[in-house]
Structures are given as structure tokens and as C-alpha cells.
């Protein structure tokens, strides 16, 4: 069976750093890699995506601040972010999707204090 989960979330201040990790569990490869985050009673927002062949492409809102990545064997993805912002609370989702299936991991908090 195949599961993300995220890690690394918490707390941290205002224009600190986090580094959120996306790893899979089972027979699956995070061909296509994309980032969400959900705060209070807002629908899912797109952060940011890796696309195979490692173009990435995000958000405006984050823009320059936040950084995906994978390792070599796809079974890990990163989203590095830095300057947070308190607006950037959430919890933060990814998404795996290889030959038209996909797996959502069930999300880790990030939560900016001001």
C-alpha cells in the first residue's frame, strides 16, 4: 500500500526557516510533486510543483521564499521555505503523481508567530 507522510513542521517565528519532507512508503515515485496548504476554513491552496524532468514552478505567493526539490530516487520530496510569513500557516499537503494516480500525504502544521 502506498503512503506519503510529511515531516517537519512546527512552530517558528516570523522570517525563519522550515523544511517540510515528503516521503513515500511503498511501491510508488514522486514523478510529479506538488505542495498544498490549508488554513482555518479556506479551500486547499496550491503552493508549488516539481514536474519530472525537475522544472518547478510556484505560486505567487511564495515565490522566491519557498523551494522544492526531490532526491535522486524520487521517494523524497522537500519543500524548503524560508522568510515564513504569518500568513504561511497551514497545513501543508503533498501530492504525489506518477502514470495518473495519485497519493495526498495527510498533512503536517506550519504555524508562523509573528
Known amino acids: 500500500q502506498v503512503q506519503l507522510m510529511e515531516s517537519g513542521g512546527g512552530v517558528v517565528q516570523a522570517g525563519g526557516s522550515l523544511r517540510l519532507s515528503c516521503i513515500v512508503s511503498?511501491?510508488?515515485?514522486?514523478?510529479?510533486l506538488a505542495w498544498y496548504r490549508q488554513s482555518g476554513g479556506t479551500e486547499r491552496e496550491w503552493v508549488g510543483e516539481?514536474?519530472?524532468?525537475?522544472?518547478?514552478k510556484y505560486a505567487d505567493a511564495v515565490k522566491g521564499r519557498f523551494t522544492i526539490s526531490r532526491d535522486n530516487t524520487k521517494t523524497t520530496g522537500y519543500l524548503e521555505m524560508n522568510g515564513l510569513k504569518a500568513e504561511d500557516t497551514g497545513v501543508y499537503f503533498c501530492l504525489g503523481r506518477r502514470d495518473g494516480i495519485e497519493h495526498w500525504g495527510k498533512g503536517t502544521l506550519v504555524t508562523v508567530s509573528a
Open positions: 516539481i514536474h519530472t524532468h525537475g522544472y518547478t
Open positions: 511503498g511501491s510508488f515515485s514522486l514523478e510529479h
